[in-house]
């Protein structure tokens, strides 16, 4: 089974045709994913010098045309997927030469550069979009890309590979579980897991020449981190959570505790909920064609099911019912709110009569000089900055009635209680909201349903 992408490559902003190709074909020929240049084939030109033989293409199609290139397409790339575990490397690249010779029909130069670097083995074929004649240019012509996958799959089909099977969008499933991505953290820790359990180093530095011999780059300092080949930041232990601190790796290291690995956590996919029916009505008024129409009633009809389960799991039998929820949900979640926007409001005022509490004290001393110095012009001058704080927060003491001032420190502490408060508060907040949400919605829901059942019998005639 092959996945096929015909790309255009385009010459990039501010470097040459030249660099562009270098840099394309030394990707694809990567020592690292093509098995040290094994896996690399081509047809008339070498894969040492692809890029250069290409640009000596391009300008002996300027000399025989007398035409330069308009556009900035320097090169064409195909590149090839196949399901892991179905294929070798070496026969992928066969069935990749084989793919480029029949579409390009052997007008073109090109490059076939398998990678194994991934868990499926792909394709990198590069080919040039000047004709090897020197006459003609590539012309990418409507639903090339469908051309390219039908033919690999034909060349699959061939070699006794599987295809893919294109199903009608009724029989397409939507995937709701998404593997688990492996993490840069994940990946150190089940290294470090490796290394206590299995190899069981007899001192802390050894602990990190065995991460060094893993390919990872140690930096020592106050918080020893460590950084993978492919990672661009270094990472610490202690963050990596509980038993992986420095201090817990060294106590285990030591034979004083065990080590206990990491549990993973499976990545849950929220049950989709029920959503707000269409109005069909109004939709046939904004233009909406029958079909449209009918796709509406079914839609209702599946999300009205999900309404009525939603209601039986909260025990909602009746209209009255209904909006009693409905009114107490919205209470709470006013008075949460409420509660919330008090508790900021007060923090925002500490916060400015703590900045006061601090300019009137740091500028007392300087504002007794200048009254002592008579009120000088020429002291104000100079103490501007000094004077203008200490009487801003004289003025916000007698705003604020205060006869005498509060302590910072006190100031401090109830700050610390109200966001205490606040961040507790916020949960049942937001749980307060959705539920709201959800029975304001499932209230509209059943509004809408019986409203249109009530027009859709009016209608009808009577016999």
């Known amino acids: 089974m092959a996945a096929t992408r015909l790309i255009a490559l385009h010459k990039n902003k501010g470097k040459s045709v030249a660099a562009c190709l270098k840099s394309r074909t030394d990707y694809a020929q990567n020592p690292d994913k093509t098995n040290k240049g094994e896996l690399v084939s081509s047809y008339e030109c070498s894969p040492l010098t692809a890029d250069e033989e290409f640009m000596l293409s391009k300008r002996q199609y300027e000399l025989v045309t007398g035409r330069r290139q308009k556009n900035d397409v320097i090169a064409y790339q195909i590149r090839q997927s196949f399901k892991p575990g179905e294929i070798t490397a070496e026969e992928a690249n066969k069935v990749g030469y084989e793919l480029a010779m029949r579409f390009t029909k052997g007008k073109y130069a090109f490059i076939v550069a398998t990678h194994t670097d991934r868990e499926h083995i792909h394709n990198h074929i590069i080919y040039n979009s000047t004709a090897l004649d020197s006459t003609r240019k590539f012309r990418d012509f409507l639903l090339s890309g469908l051309a390219v996958q039908r033919l690999s799959d034909l060349i699959c089909l061939e070699h006794q590979l599987s295809v893919i099977e294109i199903k009608p969008y009724r029989e397409r499933q939507k995937r709701t579980l998404y593997p688990p991505r492996e993490s840069n953290r994940d990946k150190l820790c089940a290294v470090i897991d490796n290394i206590l359990l299995n190899e069981k180093p007899a001192s802390f530095e050894g602990f990190l020449q065995k991460l060094e011999q893993q390919g990872y780059e140690i930096k020592r300092g106050k918080y020893t981190s460590v950084k993978g080949a492919r990672q661009k930041r270094f990472i610490r232990f202690r963050t990596l959570g509980a038993g992986y601190s420095e201090e817990e790796l060294k106590a285990v290291i030591s034979g004083e505790t065990e080590h206990h690995p990491r549990q993973k956590q499976k990545r849950i996919v929220p049950e989709q909920k ?95 000089a200048y009254r002592k110095a008579g009120y000088s012009k020429r002291f104000l001058e100079a103490h501007r900055e000094e004077i203008t704080l200490h009487k801003a927060a004289k003025a916000a003491f007698d705003e604020a009635g205060l006869k005498k001032l509060p302590k910072a420190k006190d100031l401090s502490i109830e700050y610390a209680a109200l966001l205490k408060k606040k961040k507790e508060a916020y949960p049942d907040y937001r749980k307060a909201r959705d539920e709201m949400q959800e029975l304001m919605k499932a209230q509209k829901n059943v509004e809408m349903f019986f409203a249109e059942k009530k027009d859709t019998a009016e209608k009808e005639p009577t016999r």
């Open 274 to 368: 029920f959503q707000m029916l269409v109005d069909i009505q109004a939709k046939l008024a904004e233009g909406k064609s029958m079909g449209y129409a009918r796709w509406a009633k079914r839609y209702n009809l599946k999300e009205m099911s999900k309404t009525l389960i939603f209601l039986q799991e909260h025990k909602i039998g009746s209209i009255k019912e209904m909006q009693e929820r409905v009114d107490a949900a919205t209470a709470r979640y006013h008075e949460l709110g409420d509660s919330i926007k008090a508790a900021e409001a007060r923090m925002a005022e500490i916060a400015v009569l703590r900045t006061h509490i601090v300019n009137y004290a740091r500028t007392r001393p300087v504002y007794d």
